[in-house]
């Protein structure tokens, strides 16, 4: 290294500390690790597992230039700290002084903005043991691969000794870490690395909690004994003319975000990120937004940044949306009109000073706060996340399995985030352990604070008695977290066999329902009666078929496809239970019930969020809410129709 590097590098050594037990003098060495921010370390799970035996309060000691310092595991992302081989996604770990962090000041690394995979030459630091010292290693290797969503492939012909393990590795062109070492081969050169975008693994709380400390520490401009800072020595433009983002730049624009209230949710983000690059879709998978930092990232395209312009455009939003909840954003809004009086272009500057939250953002209206119910989003009027469950041909006791995303704007379409990719399908019995991964990260990154995105599961008419709103998409819940998927947003079932362009039957049907005041419930089947279609077809539109057995056999499942055929997009069913003619009394309080539920509706629309409520108080321990436990819901919008068997190519990641 030369020049500028010579002296990155001296910044990024200072930063990269050794973690070993607290014995005096230099070893046992565990391995490597680097300060994040303020009194926080990273360093690869596998370095600690094996030394901490179990004991998380157990204390050890982070070393390096002028520390020397006691320390405890403050969080990692194993699993099952016995196992042999630690997943890529898992070996990372955070580490946390146990004084002030003001009684050891010390380097911290640089955190890109960005959550892409590096690929290319970096710069590896850490230390190894040949006693009677440990020695550092700076090693020049390159990326030339990944693996999985968090894995990095480190170029053969470099060597890696034990210790190595939890060391940054630093891009030499953007002065940021991009990964830290997680083992090399066994018996061979090069090694393994995960990204340093797996920090947001750790939880919203924890990744807000450090990102922040980080910002904050960088934008007060920090210099080494040698008066060298992170920002000062990293590639990119300098002042200039105003027209670019500079290093500086996003400094300052971070620590200001910093100081804000967090986003309420990844959406929120999301949403004005996109206006800010004036709706141009950025390129790669859209990453957990859990801070405002990470909008800000979302607008380069590779490594470069875009016009200044649309960064200030972004810090707009986000200071119009803290100002709307009553937050300061006094230090923001004064930078922006600093910044944006540098940029040469005046005609393009109320492109920022006119930048205004769209609708969907504002604050609700005064009563808002008291509704209880969310009604669900018909075109056009919300994001929605649906799930095809398609029968295999030779065996329809398996399926196979699309997740598709509609973004619920004016024109939008749905776009297929993930599909089962097997040659033989999925059982029953497998499907919530196959689609828990990419559903449930799905379903977070879209959910908004108070507005979980709705979920559809579509499936053939003979299943419609799986009881999807009793999955549970992570293994194990909060104390305060209801758990099932019912109970924590609006789930409803749609038929597959209805896929593609709706017929006029049923969309006669949903329209006229649509404008119907009130609803009630219509028992079906009738016991003693032979059920005839014409029945179904001119029932009134005020009525919502409702029946206390299985909608897949029996009599039941001849009542659904009479409902089906004959137009009806709502239904109610009891699943599971008797298919047999005979009722209980425990049908008698169903239908009763479930008829003073349809007469609270306001509107169809409000049909999935009412049931939701009662079901997060059957999560909640309510006793008079256990009828509607079975309760399974059909609503099949034919305004919204699930994408064609024929739709799209089969690999469109979002």
């Known amino acids: 290294m030369n020049g500028v590097n010579d002296r990155l590098d001296a910044l990024a050594r200072a930063a ?95 955190l890109p903005d960005r959550a892409v995979q590096h690929f290319g030459v970096v710069h590896v630091y850490g230390s190894y043991p040949a006693p009677p010292y440990i020695h550092e290693r700076p090693v020049i290797a390159e990326i030339n691969g990944h693996e999985d969503t968090y894995g990095l492939i480190i170029k053969p012909d470099i060597e890696f000794p034990a210790g190595m393990s939890g060391g940054p590795l630093v891009d030499p062109g953007t002065g940021a870490v991009v990964g830290l ?10 090694g393994m690395a995960v990204s340093i975008s797996a920090l947001r693994r750790f939880g919203e709380e924890t990744y807000r909690t450090v990102m922040a400390a980080h910002d904050r520490w960088h934008g007060e ?78 607008l380069y395209e590779g490594t470069h940044p875009l016009d200044s312009l649309a960064f200030l455009r972004y810090l707009r939003f986000a200071a119009e949306y803290t100002r709307s909840r009553g937050g300061d954003c006094e230090e923001l809004t004064k930078w922006i009109e600093k910044r944006l009086r540098r940029h040469p272009y005046r005609p393009m500057h109320d492109f920022v000073r006119e930048a205004s939250l769209p609708e969907a953002l504002l604050p609700a209206p005064g009563e808002l ?25 030779d065996d329809p006791s398996r399926f196979f399995w699309q997740i598709w995303f509609d973004e619920g704007t004016p024109g939008s379409e749905p776009e297929l985030v993930e599909a089962d990719d097997s040659a033989d399908g999925v059982l029953p019995r497998d499907l919530v352990q196959a689609l828990r991964a990419p559903l449930n990260d799905l379903l977070r990154r879209k959910d908004r ?39 924590r947003r609006g789930v409803v079932l749609r038929s597959l066999e209805r896929r593609g362009e709706p017929d006029k039957l049923w969309t006669d049907r949903w329209q006229a ?35 206390c057995r299985p909608a897949g056999r029996g009599a039941g499942r001849n009542a659904m496809r009479l409902a089906l055929e004959n137009g009806h997009g709502v239904a109610l069913w009891r699943i599971g239970g008797q298919a047999a003619h005979t009722c209980s009394d425990e049908c008698d309080t169903l239908h009763v019930r479930a008829g003073t539920l349809l007469g609270t509706l306001g509107s169809l629309a409000e049909l999935p969020d009412r049931l939701r409520s009662v079901r997060q108080e059957i999560s909640e321990q309510h006793a008079e809410s256990r009828w509607a436990e079975p309760l399974a819901l059909l609503y099949d919008d034919p305004r919204r129709p699930l994408p064609a068997e024929d739709s799209g190519p089969l690999d469109a990641p979002l």
């Not at 070492?181 to 090069?190: A, E």
């Not at 790669?284 to 990470?294: H, K, M, S």
């Not at 989003?377 to 029968?391: K, S």
């Open 16 to 110: 990269t500390v050794q973690i070993l037990g607290t014995g005096a003098g230099d070893g046992p060495t565990w391995g490597s690790g680097f300060f994040v921010a303020p009194g926080w370390v990273l360093t690869a799970a596998h370095v600690l597992s094996a030394n901490l035996k179990g004991d998380h309060q157990k204390e050890f000691r982070v070393r390096g230039v002028g520390i020397d310092a006691a320390a405890r595991l403050e969080q990692w992302l194993l699993t099952d700290p016995g196992r042999a081989r630690i997943p890529l996604e898992e070996d990372l770990a955070l580490v946390r002084l146990t004084g002030d962090p003001e009684d050891h000041p010390h380097e911290c690394m640089w």
């Open 181 to 190: 070492v997680k083992s090399r081969r066994v018996q061979k050169d090069g």
């Open 221 to 298: 401009e920090p210099v080494s004994e040698a008066g060298d800072n992170w920002i000062d020595l990293q590639a990119g433009p300098r002042a200039g003319d105003g027209e670019r983002w500079t290093p500086g730049d996003r400094r300052e624009a971070l620590r200001l975000l910093a100081s804000l209230p967090t986003p309420p949710d990844t959406h929120t983000v999301e949403i004005l990120a996109a206006r800010a690059r004036s709706n141009n879709r950025w390129p790669g998978e859209t990453p957990a937004l859990l801070t405002w930092r990470d909008g800000h990232g979302l």
């Open 369 to 393: 706060p008291e509704r209880i119910v969310i009604p669900y989003p018909g075109p056009g009027e919300g994001p929605t996340v649906a799930v095809l469950l398609d029968p295999v041909i």
């Open 449 to 487: 604070a108070g507005r979980p995105v709705p979920l559809e599961v579509a499936l053939p008419a003979d299943l419609f008695d799986t009881a999807v709103h009793r999955w549970r998409l992570e293994d194990v819940a909060e104390l305060d977290d209801p758990g099932a998927l019912g109970a």
């Open 513 to 547: 329902m649509t404008a119907e005041p009130r609803f009630r419930g219509w028992r079906i089947p009738v016991r003693g009666v032979v059920q005839n279609p014409r029945d179904y077809h001119s029932a009134d539109h005020s009525l919502v078929p409702v029946m």
